[in-house]
């Protein structure tokens, strides 16, 4: 299903991205397809100047290993590059192998003596519910970062994700004294406890898209449930792990309980995944690399893995729908996050008798869209996170244009520095279009046309991800039939990327295994022991 | 006994100053309706400390209207789980700034011990409060799996308002074991301390409106039982009533829900918890444990391990170390860090104590040591010891709620089932032994909602805590206590075309 070229490309975006240099294949397209000056005359993108000065300074940019900031052991360090402009930011420590491994050991020797995992849960609870308190208390400038590192609006950032962070922590602080083993019947006359464990080190891989949240989907569940960590943030974006890490440390985690390593994934990623110490992994990214880190769990010690992958998630609007609402709901289903969601509404489908209306108006939102500078107020898109990323969402426009969609947005690349996309919109796709079947990780809304209901169950279903789902209707049978048929794991009914802390989410399918949030994800994190005696002269069973 | 502070006040002691003497309703300290006040007593002197505010059905119908309207109209129930939470959390932080004054508090009005107080009992209300602050976004309904071609789910919905009435013994732990939880699910609360000791309650009446809980949300109506008790227990508008006191009051609290509305009723009432103690325990621990789980609070607590069984092979030896144990108790002014035990709560109490040691000697027990009040002010009595007590007296039987031992000697295991489940009771256990088949057996066969094995007294918010029996019914603390303040609704829908069922 997914083209050769894109499976490395999908690849390069997590795990094995060491170079920031345009794959060559990209460049080339670029050059041919001239779908970039072509689509200029829908462009209604302010105009992007100069870019503000982030107003945060950076601190951060070491391994954090067992409670200190150190170099790599080979010294070597990577830059991180500002999406608006292309720019180093900084340059940071490389963690590769050598590294890893002490940092593992750390996290081994935290484990096995403590006092992570020896103290009582209330007082884990504490540390976590502190750290929560100093995430707010530097609200700003953990948002600064986030955005100069990833491109995402300074508002979004702000206003969102850092207080979503919190909040992740500190539903999972609360967990910390409520983790019950069930004691069980037996059959005759033995009583049985069953013990839930912390699973011992836990590594953990986490994608540019959302760096602090996917940090908190993490690191929240392990650290509640009395693991210690090595964390990979993404080469992309390291800065707001290191800088959370450490405010978590200011909290009163003890060392070596969480450790940070940045790195690529060939080199640090893979070194984590298949170490013989680490007990568990869990990976945010692509469908490609998680498909390698479950390799390399197989092959190391089988170390239990969850998986949260891509997804090509369909968002479905019924004929009952108010269009102007619909509109709004899918386009922010798409757009939102510079379109870069794993869970990203990319397939919109329609029903026919509100189609044509639904295309015009999701064309006037597109246009209407603002993007430019995420520092400054009113921006809804930033740039893409790297050139890489850029390219390859410019290819899939060219590929849908060539496969026969109809552009009716943008299409180009807005501005003539930095990352920048235009919203881009394309009806009449089919389902056999690399644009309805890929994951383009990027801001291109592709409009499909349906019948019925069964039609589009099964339309929707007709993918290799089962990430989530989009539905939009007020008829509650079609809701509740929709609800059940979808192969995905988030259904929203009339809304969209409402992600609470304690609402489980994961996927069906090619979009992984497990499940993170909520209840369910402190599964992921603690083993489970029964424990068998036998009772004499039992008074009842 | 010990020749320091026995029954003598402590000088020197700075006073905490009372602020609050009033009743708390809709965000509001307010006069009773009537103007009336009642005395609110030191049992370490029997002097009083301050008039408070006296209410009675006047007064609990505006405080039960007051609630009524925060539940039906107000943000409390309406706001997320995550959001109560984040001001219970404050609650928590505002009681953590006050924990001196809370300690002092409930010192002077319970006479207990002002160092446990700030170690353990204002600690352990706020180690409570954030436990159910975390709770309230943890509360889950469940997807059903139904027969037909249906979709059906549960909803977790507050109950509405709570009716809460709680004993002086610990009136911090008490407010927060039964506030916390109701709080917690969305439920609005009226509570009624004992008329021994309204001083801390009131206190956190003002701290809960300083931490951001709305107005009418929590209210605090001081007064007695028969008037303001009842009028809350039979009260047309309250969805549930929990209580923590005696079976006697238990039982009248539960016929004034019955003729009223039918409320929900959770009662936490008396025990006469067995500590079964066998051959191969740890002496020592057996001798220190057995003291404390007896003369711990002056025994005024409703889980004392009052009846104490030895098995015959360490008896004696038993008799002779826990004598001398219990000498070494130092009774005194519970200002003073060097005492072990306070006063009893009020002159009530006092004489009601003196006279099962009376009744004791009267059946024919032994008595070891103590059985004589101390000092000549207050409410002071000795650590009393009785053995060779047997089932059928009133010792064995009723709960005396005071520093009164009942010592006890078995053979066999099945004796001591037997003689440890021959009780009205069913509150706690304490079980003494290494080993393990004992101690499984033992585990499963006494009828108590508590049993420790090789400890006591250890207490748990994540820890279900209430009694089988007389006990009563329900439980407090961990995540079961949530259930008693909420509803269950089932939600039940056809679904048509479902790829699975």
Redesign the interface.
């Known amino acids: 299903m997914v083209g050769q070229r894109l499976v490395s490309s999908l690849l390069s975006r997590c795990l094995y991205a060491s170079h920031r240099t345009l794959n060559p294949l990209m460049r080339q397209e670029r050059k041919l397809g001239l779908a970039t000056r072509i689509s200029q005359r829908f462009s209604t993108l302010t105009a992007i100047e100069d870019p503000v000065t982030p107003p945060v300074e950076v601190n951060y940019t070491k391994l954090l290993i067992n409670g200190q900031f150190v170099d790599a052991a080979s010294g070597k360090t990577f830059p991180t590059l500002d999406p608006r402009t292309g720019e180093v930011i900084a340059h940071v420590a490389e963690g590769d192998s050598v590294d890893i491994d002490c940092a593992v050991k750390a996290a081994r020797k935290a484990f096995d003596e403590g006092p992570w995992p020896k103290m009582t849960a209330y007082e884990r609870s504490r540390i976590l519910f502190k750290f929560a308190d100093l995430i707010d208390e530097h609200n700003d400038e953990l948002a600064a970062l986030e955005s100069w590192d990833n491109g995402k609006p300074f508002e979004q950032s702000a206003k969102e994700e850092v207080p979503l962070l919190s909040r992740v922590i500190r539903y999972y602080a609360g967990w910390a004294d409520k983790i019950h083993g069930l004691i069980v019947p037996g059959d005759g006359a033995r009583h049985v406890q069953v013990l839930r464990e912390p699973i011992g080190v836990v590594g953990q891989i986490v994608p540019w898209n959302f760096p602090l949240l996917m940090f908190s989907w993490k690191v929240g569940p392990a650290l509640a449930c009395g693991n210690t960590v090595v964390l990979k943030p993404a080469e992309q974006t390291p800065l707001t792990a290191l800088y959370a890490a450490k405010l978590l440390h200011e909290a009163g985690l003890p060392d070596g309980v969480l450790n940070v390593v940045a790195g690529f994934g060939p080199t640090a990623g893979s070194a984590l995944a298949g170490h013989m110490e680490v007990d568990k992994i869990a990976f945010t990214g692509s469908t490609g690399a998680g498909k390698i880190i479950q390799e390399l769990a197989a092959k190391s010690n089988l170390k239990s893995v969850t998986l949260e992958l891509g997804g090509k998630s369909p968002f479905i609007v019924m004929d009952d729908a108010d269009v102007d609402q619909a509109v709004e709901l899918a386009h922010s289903a798409l757009f939102h996050n510079q379109g870069q969601c794993c869970c990203a509404g990319s397939r919109t489908f329609v029903h026919e008798r509100v189609y044509d209306e639904f295309v015009e108006k999701a064309k006037a939102r597109a246009l209407k869209r603002v993007v430019g500078d995420p520092f400054k107020q009113g921006v809804e898109q930033g740039p893409q996170i790297d050139e890489e990323q850029f390219s390859k969402i410019l290819g899939y426009i060219k590929s849908g244009i060539d496969s026969g969609a109809t552009l009716v947005a943008g299409g180009a690349r807005a501005g003539n520095k930095g990352f920048y996309i235009q919203p881009t919109v394309f009806s009449d796709v089919k389902d056999e279009m690399t644009i309805a079947q890929e994951e383009i990780f990027g801001p291109v809304q592709t409009i499909l046309k349906f019948k019925n209901l069964n039609e589009v169950i099964q339309r929707a279903n007709a993918s290799p991800y089962g990430l989530a789902a989009g539905v939009f209707t007020n008829n509650l049978n079609t809701a509740n039939t929709l609800m059940r048929a979808l192969r995905v794991g988030t259904v929203w009914i009339n809304c969209y990327n409402l992600l609470d802390a304690a609402i489980p989410f994961g996927g069906y399918k090619m979009s992984g295994i497990g499940r993170e949030k909520g209840m369910d994800s402190l599964n992921s994190y603690l083993q489970v022991k029964a424990v068998i005696t036998p009772i004499e002269n039992h008074s009842w069973l | 006994m010990a020749e320091n502070g026995n029954g003598s006040v402590k000088e020197g002691f700075k006073m905490p100053e009372i602020k609050y003497t009033k009743l708390f309703i809709n965000g509001e300290f307010v006069d009773a309706a009537s103007g009336k006040e009642f005395e609110t007593r030191d049992p370490r002197t029997g002097d009083v400390i301050v008039n408070v505010a006296e209410a009675d059905k006047v007064d609990v119908d505006l405080a039960v209207k007051a609630a009524r309207e925060a539940f039906d109209h107000g943000p409390w129930p309406r706001m997320s789980g995550?959001e109560r939470?984040?001001i219970l959390?404050k609650y928590a932080d505002l009681i953590e700034q006050h924990i001196e004054e809370l300690a002092a508090l409930d010192g002077i009005d319970a006479g207990k011990l002002f160092e446990f107080g700030k170690a353990v009992d204002i600690p352990g209300a706020v180690?409570m409060l954030?436990?159910y602050?975390?709770?309230a976004?943890?509360i889950?309904g469940e997807t059903l799996k139904l027969t037909t071609a249906h979709?059906g789910y549960t909803l977790k919905e507050p109950i509405g308002v709570v009716g809460v009435i709680i004993p002086w013994n610990f009136p911090s732990m008490m407010f927060f074991l039964k506030v916390s939880p109701a709080l917690a699910a969305g439920c609005t609360v009226v509570v009624k301390p004992a008329e021994q000791t309204p001083l801390s309650a009131l206190f956190y009446a003002k701290l809960a409106k300083e931490a951001g809980i709305p107005d009418g949300a929590l209210n605090v109506v001081n007064g007695f039982g028969p008037t303001a008790g009842a009028a809350l227990t039979s009260h047309m508008d309250v969805d549930n009533i929990s209580f923590t006191g005696s079976p006697e009051i238990g039982s009248v609290i539960m016929q004034s829900a019955a003729t009223s509305n039918l409320k929900t009723v959770s009662l936490e009432l008396g025990g006469k918890s067995p500590m079964i103690i066998f051959d191969d325990a740890n002496l020592d621990m057996a001798v220190g444990l057995a003291s404390a789980a007896v003369f711990f609070n002056k025994g005024e607590i409703c889980v004392a391990g009052s009846r104490v069984y030895v098995q015959d092979g360490i008896y004696d030896e038993f008799v002779k170390k826990v004598i001398e144990c219990a000498k070494g108790w130092v009774v005194g002014d519970p200002f003073d860090p060097k005492v072990n035990m306070g006063p009893q709560v009020d002159k009530v109490q006092y004489e009601r104590v003196l006279k099962y040691i009376e009744y004791g000697k009267r059946d024919g027990a032994t008595l070891l040591t103590g059985g004589k009040p101390c000092g000549d002010k207050g409410y002071y009595i000795e650590p009393t010891i009785f053995a060779d007590v047997k089932e059928d007296m009133k010792i064995a039987q009723d709960e005396i709620f005071g520093p009164v031992m009942s010592l006890i000697k078995f053979k066999t295991?099945e004796e001591a089932?037997e003689r440890a489940n021959c009780t009205k009771y069913g509150l706690a256990a304490g079980i003494l032994t290494n080993d393990?088949?004992i101690a499984?057996?033992v585990s499963?066969?006494v009828r108590a909602g508590t049993v420790w094995i090789n400890c006591y007294f250890v207490f748990d918010?994540?820890a279900p805590f209430g009694g089988y029996k007389m006990s009563g019914f329900g439980r407090d603390q961990g995540?079961n206590a949530i259930e008693k303040y909420l509803q269950v609704k089932s939600v039940i829908?056809?679904?048509?075309?479902?790829?699975?069922l």
């Open positions: 995550y939470g984040r959390h180690r954030r436990y602050a975390s709770a976004d943890k889950h979709q295991i089932i393990i088949n499984n057996r499963r066969s918010a994540d995540m829908t056809p679904i048509y075309n479902s790829p699975w």
